[in-house]
T-cell receptor
């Protein structure tokens, strides 16, 4: 059973559309993250949340918003998608008791904006 | 400041030969370091981690890495490459304030 799940796994959308990517986890971790992966750039942090009432911007948050609906759920929204948001998106979790911040990743969502 | 540099974007080895993927880091804190692997169309899987215990860290699938503070390096090695090792590998540093920084990745090609 997957500990971190993401839906959808693949999505094609058009410029200007609103889209939501969802992440759920059964690991019981309090911390959740959203990253995007682009070829040659590694993973870059979009938003992170250390608990339900704590939301923080990462290094590339412009054009994105998030919602932490529960400890186990963290959604990423693109209010008005644009082609340069085409990327592979990963959700990750970590446990605050883990002092070295080991993160556990979902399978990814491949998003294409036409 | 914190950063990670993966010195090679692509590495190609023959099956059965050693693998060396290079990673240098900088951190103002005593860092934790990780290597993750990403197989095609898959998520990221933790290979191994250094958390200030032993400097030589053994991971899954025969991989290991050595933390060298004097050289600020955390290179990933494997004595004998297998076809199933073909993937992209990411070096990651976790430093102060729980900040995590990813390297840009190294794609490993294994030639039969």
């Amino acid at each position: 059973d997957a500990d971190v799940t993401q839906t959808p796994r693949n999505r094609i959308t058009k410029t200007g559309k609103r889209i939501m990517l969802e992440c759920s986890q059964t690991k019981g971790h309090d911390r959740m993250y959203w990253y995007r992966q682009d070829p040659g750039l590694g993973l870059r942090l979009i938003y992170y949340s250390f608990d339900v009432k704590d939301i923080n911007k990462g290094e590339i948050s412009d054009g994105y918003s998030v919602s932490r609906q529960a400890q186990a759920k963290f959604s990423l929204s693109l209010e008005s998608a644009i082609p340069n948001q085409t990327a592979l998106y990963f959700c990750a979790t970590s446990d605050r008791s883990n002092s070295y911040n080991e993160q556990f990743f979902g399978p990814g969502t491949r998003l294409t904006v036409l | 400041a914190q950063s990670v540099t993966q010195l090679d974007s692509h590495v190609s080895v023959s099956e059965g030969t050693p693998v060396l993927l290079r990673c240098n880091y900088s951190s103002s804190y005593s860092p934790s370091l990780f290597w993750y692997v990403q197989h095609p169309n898959k998520g990221l899987q933790l290979l191994l981690k250094y958390t200030s215990a032993a400097t030589l860290v053994k991971g899954i699938n025969g991989f290991e890495a050595e933390f060298k503070k004097s050289e600020t390096s955390f290179h990933l090695t494997k004595p004998s490459a297998h076809m199933s090792d073909a993937a992209e590998y990411f070096c990651v540093v976790s430093g102060g304030y729980q900040k995590v920084t990813f390297g840009t990745g190294t794609k490993l090609q294994v030639i039969p």
